[in-house]
């Protein structure tokens, strides 16, 4: 049974509310070959053919850059600080990105080397991209923003070859010595790889995955579907048509939103958060076909009254706080009442959006169905591996191999599925690296002990409350240059995005287990306010400083 692909387009740019989901896209999951071959023939429309076959080959080179190489189209269009706006068409991108292939070749880049790029979202970024592509890499993205978020990233990769502006040479350590250089030969002779549907085309670090610094593997295939997919059905993206995403977290939706964008001949927008809180009017300089909307960017176009008659449509991450009277006011003072809205989960390490409600004009809400082309199952809450009892489970991507464990817990009712929530505390459904913040502060001098803590809180954001407990001892500290250095280092080796929403301080010992603080007893004591109590209580101030005395003697696991 074929798909009808002019019904599935006409359903998608209806954009109308229904109460059920529309059949196509249960028989989607269950016939995901033909429904994404189905797909390909109907992406091209009229402009050049794909090289790709599904289920064959994937020539993501050509599909993605090369066959708008003869267009006047734009790839890329980005603000730049003070030189303003700036763009990269396809033809110059072709260009620029098969003359570092061929320099990168020279080098010794062969498919299937592991190729890290150490790279802003950016122009540098994209060409680099292009070029790892055209040489059949596998290629991991990692932004440069602390020394120790590097590090621990380059040592689990073991990259063959790394890509970073120079000032970022620092950040490479003992990996310096693999840099590749962003140079282009004056002759291209690169011709573009083709890989195999199970052939990795990228090992990404995302912060959905638990440990998030471990490369998870992208195969081909699933990167070719999320971008058929994406391109054509979630953004509803033509030739031409812009996409912007500022302030969306970059490994968890790039290289997915890359891909979706030029397989349509689309423009990435990029603009950097810091730059629309200086100027937010920069949003309303060019016309929108989807913007990705975050709370942070709600709400600065909230306390600026900035209208956004320029935007289209827009989408938001269901995993997100959902706020609605915050959302609701969004809509109703930026003039988004008539826009269609989504709800749209991107994980790039399956390829792309995995949940995806149908586009709509409405007030935002919780609906979150798979996306279309994937199959799936909904499985047992405690990871048990059986099938979910009820109709509400653990969201698990099929086949399961090479992935990580699933998290989202989606909800079925009737003949619609909600966002439910995370199955462990997280943060916008990132991870919280518990381990990593509490190892960046290793070596403060004096010496301290830290925990880091994850507590759930209420009202309308229900996001999770990171507290942070340091442990100095017997030993005096003047409590704002304490806080100030754990700042400064947590952000200099981690990034600010791993800060803390708060820290206390404790002048006493905690308890170990196995040589490291014990994180059950530091949250059983301060829920308890134990740690607060001991902290002023003349007695365990006592036995604090004597413990103090008795530490160079002797190692000592204190129980208090």
């Known amino acids: 049974m074929t798909f009808d692909l002019h019904a599935i387009l006409h359903h998608v740019e209806q954009a109308a509310p229904s109460e059920d989901l529309p059949e196509w896209l249960h028989r989607s999951w269950t016939e995901p070959a033909a429904f994404t071959a189905a797909l390909a023939s109907a992406h091209v429309g009229r402009g050049a053919p794909l090289k790709s076959r599904v289920g064959q080959h994937h020539d993501f080179f050509h599909d993605l850059v090369g066959r708008h190489a003869t267009t006047n189209l734009i790839a890329l269009r980005t603000y730049e600080r003070p030189h303003g706006w700036r763009t990269l068409s396809y033809r110059r991108l072709h260009e620029q990105a098969t003359r570092r292939a061929t320099t990168w070749e020279q080098r010794g880049v062969r498919p299937g080397a592991r190729v890290c790029l150490l790279l802003h979202p950016g122009p540098e970024l994209w060409v680099s ?12 993205l990692l932004p440069p923003t602390g020394t120790r978020f590097v590090s621990r990233r380059l040592d689990a990769l073991a990259p063959e070859h790394v890509v970073a502006e120079p000032h970022q040479t620092p950040l ?41 610094w471990r490369p998870v593997p992208l195969k081909a295939a699933d990167a070719w579907l999320g971008a058929l997919v994406d391109g054509l ?32 001949g689309a423009t990435f927008l990029h603009l950097e958060p810091s730059d629309l809180e200086a100027r937010p009017a920069l949003l309303t300089e060019h016309p929108v076909r989807a913007l990705g909307v975050t709370p942070a ?13 320029n935007v289209e449509g827009w989408f938001r991450d269901p995993e997100t706080p959902l706020d609605g009277e915050r959302w609701k006011a969004w809509v109703q003072q930026c003039g988004l009442s008539s826009a269609p809205c989504a709800n749209v989960l991107v994980d790039s390490t399956a390829g792309g959006a995995v949940l995806c409600s149908p586009r709509r004009v409405g007030d935002v809400h919780a609906e979150a ?22 109709d509400v489970g653990l969201f698990t991507l099929l086949p399961e191999e090479g992935r990580p464990p699933g998290h989202l817990v989606l909800s079925r009712v009737r003949q619609q599925y909600l966002h439910a929530g995370s199955r462990d505390a997280r943060r916008d459904g990132h991870v919280i690296p518990t381990d990593e913040v509490t190892d960046a502060l290793d070596d403060l001098e004096p010496p301290v002990s830290t925990s880091l803590l994850v507590l759930p809180t209420g009202g309308p954001t229900g ?27 947590l952000e200099q080796r981690l990034g600010p ?18 040589d490291r603080v014990d994180p059950a007893w530091c949250h059983t004591q301060y829920l308890t306010g134990s740690l607060h109590r001991k902290a002023t209580d003349p007695l365990f101030q006592t036995l604090t400083a004597l413990r103090g005395r008795l530490r160079p003697l002797a190692p000592l696991n204190p129980r208090s």
Request: a positive charge; glycine letters at 4%; hydrophobic letters at 40%.
């Open 129 to 140: 991209l292009c070029a790892a592509l055209c040489l059949g890499a596998r290629v991991s």
């Open 172 to 212: 490479l350590g003992t990996h310096a010595r693999s840099l590749l250089p962003l140079i282009e030969a004056s002759t291209p002779t690169a011709t573009s790889h083709s890989y195999k549907p199970d052939e990795p085309v990228g090992l990404l670090f995302s912060p959905l995955a638990d440990p998030s």
């Open 233 to 264: 059905l979630t953004f509803a993206l033509a030739p031409g048509d812009q996409l912007a995403a500022p302030g969306l977290h970059p490994l968890q939706h790039l290289p997915a939103l890359v891909f979706s964008t030029l397989l349509r």
């Open 297 to 309: 960017l709600r709400d600065l176009m909230l306390r600026t009254r900035t209208p956004l008659a």
């Open 369 to 390: 169905a798979p996306a279309p082309g994937r199959r799936w199952a909904l499985k047992d809450l405690h990871r048990s591996g059986q099938p979910a009892p009820t």
């Open 463 to 489: 996001a999770p409350c990171r507290v942070l407990l340091v442990f100095t001892g017997e030993a005096p500290r003047q409590t704002a240059p304490l806080l100030a250095e754990v700042r400064r280092r």
């Open 497 to 514: 995005e791993h800060l803390p929403d708060r820290v206390e301080i404790f002048p006493l010992y905690p308890r170990l287990r196995d």
